[in-house]
């Protein structure tokens, strides 16, 4: 299951889902409450994100119960990634945490990424805006074109108030005490060149997790524009399929996928991402 960040949507992991998919594993991806046609909750915090996702990986869940899932995190999903690990460990066989923080103090560089976003929407930006201002600090220029129109394509579709209430959010977490009673295999993920979640941090954050691991990648990974079967999501699918860090189950590959989007079940009512691979006949 993989879990945007502040200025995503399920859309931003498209490529990584489709990938997956056709890799053989069941890939989703959702939308936080309050992004696309998911509601918003209240109040707006990690406690009530982490608890929506729960429900979504109980929902999507076999009808004999539900099975742990790896768990990909990027940015502030990658904290709510945090939660429902600490939170319901029986739920999550793997981390996978991308370009985000254990903590957000005051001052940091998370923390004045949130100021300036706060600071356009006070100016009276709309989304278009400022995804035309703050794109040009997370991309590299070495990303691909069509990751970057993605990118700026999701960001300009987040409602306004709901990024302002994911940016103040960030402020109220900090996880740092807790990272050593994540017993799960943990992948960290960091942009060698990324200033809002620099190396160093994730690299803290894997010394505090029993067992974990890092690995940087030359662009930013602050603002995620992976398409189709780059290093970086073949970096992930290794780690999920590796034995003996707690493989995840793979299904059956047919030879065409099902698209699935849109859709708000009523049982729990987020919106995600799916590529299903049905099985040939």
């Not at 954050?205 to 029993?210: K, T």
């Amino acid at each position: 299951m993989l879990l945007h960040g502040a200025g995503g949507g399920f859309r931003s992991f498209a490529p990584q889902v489709e990938t997956l998919a056709s890799l053989g594993f069941r890939a989703v991806a959702w939308n936080m409450p309050g992004y696309g046609l998911s509601p918003p909750i209240e109040p707006y915090g990690f406690k009530g994100l982490a608890e929506s996702c729960i429900a979504l990986i109980e929902a999507l869940a076999p009808e004999g119960g539900a099975e742990p899932v790896a768990l990909v995190g990027h940015g502030l999903g990658g904290m709510v990634a945090q939660e429902v690990a600490l939170r319901r460990p029986d739920l999550v066989r793997q981390l996978v945490l991308v370009a985000t923080a254990a903590a957000v103090a005051p001052g940091d560089a998370y923390s004045r990424h949130a100021a300036q976003g706060l600071g356009w929407l006070d100016e009276g930006r709309d989304m278009t805006a400022i995804a035309e201002a703050l794109l040009p600090q997370l991309v590299s220029p070495r990303a691909l074109p069509a990751g970057v129109q993605l990118a700026r394509h999701v960001l300009t579709q987040v409602h306004a108030a709901t990024w302002r209430r994911a940016l103040q959010a960030l402020s109220g977490f900090d996880r740092r005490a807790a990272l050593g009673h994540i017993h799960v295999p943990t992948l960290l993920v960091a942009g060698a060149q990324d200033t809002v979640a620099p190396p160093a941090v994730l690299q803290g954050m894997a010394a505090a997790v029993s067992g974990a691991r890092c690995v940087s990648w030359p662009m930013p990974a602050t603002c995620r524009t992976w398409s189709g079967r780059t290093s970086s999501t073949s970096c992930c699918w290794s780690f999920c399929a590796t034995p003996g860090r707690g493989c995840i189950e793979q299904a059956t590959v047919g030879r065409r996928l099902t698209r699935l989007q849109d859709l708000p079940p009523p049982s729990f009512g987020y919106t995600y991402w799916e590529y299903t691979s049905p099985a040939p006949n």
